[in-house]
Nanobody, 130 residues
Framework: VQLQASGGGLVQTGGSLRLSCAAS????????MGWFRQTPGKEREFVAVISASGSTTYYSDSVKGRFTLSRDNARNTVDLQMRRLTPEDTAVYYC????????????????????????WGQGTLVTVSS
């Protein structure tokens, strides 16, 4: 299984970026997909997750209303559209496959726990300047 994250870069406060994660080596449509982010010295933080079908999404409170997660099961990709970015969004962003079935993402403690995900992309750096 390979997950390739892309789309990171430098953007000013208030700007937008679109991250993409391309998956291979798995039946993509069987997996819920999540995004996490991490800054130096901090734990990996849950950002959002989307169900295998794409019908359900969950977001962390810190990004709700600004980020939109979507997927294309025909192209094996999941995209994170980020808007109204702030310096607090600066981090390395990772995509990951959920271990369990999509319905387990209903449980907050499961979807926010990095241990609920097994395959991870290499990360893409997002830097938001003030």
């Amino acid at each position: 299984v390979q997950l390739q994250a892309s789309g990171g870069g430098l953007v000013q406060t208030g700007g937008s970026l679109r991250l993409s994660c391309a998956a291979s080596g798995l039946t993509f449509s069987n997996y819920a997909m999540g995004w996490f982010r991490q800054t130096p010295g901090k734990e990996r933080e849950f950002v959002a997750v989307i169900s295998a079908s794409g019908s359900t999404t969950y977001y962390s409170d810190s990004v709700k209303g600004r980020f939109t997660l979507s997927r294309d099961n025909a192209r094996n990709t999941v995209d994170l559209q980020m808007r109204r970015l702030t310096p607090e969004d600066t981090a390395v962003y990772y995509c990951a496959t959920a271990k369990g079935p999509s319905y387990t993402m209903l449980v907050f403690s499961i979807r926010r726990d990095p241990r609920s995900y097994d395959y991870w992309g290499q990360g893409t750096l997002v830097t938001v300047s003030s």
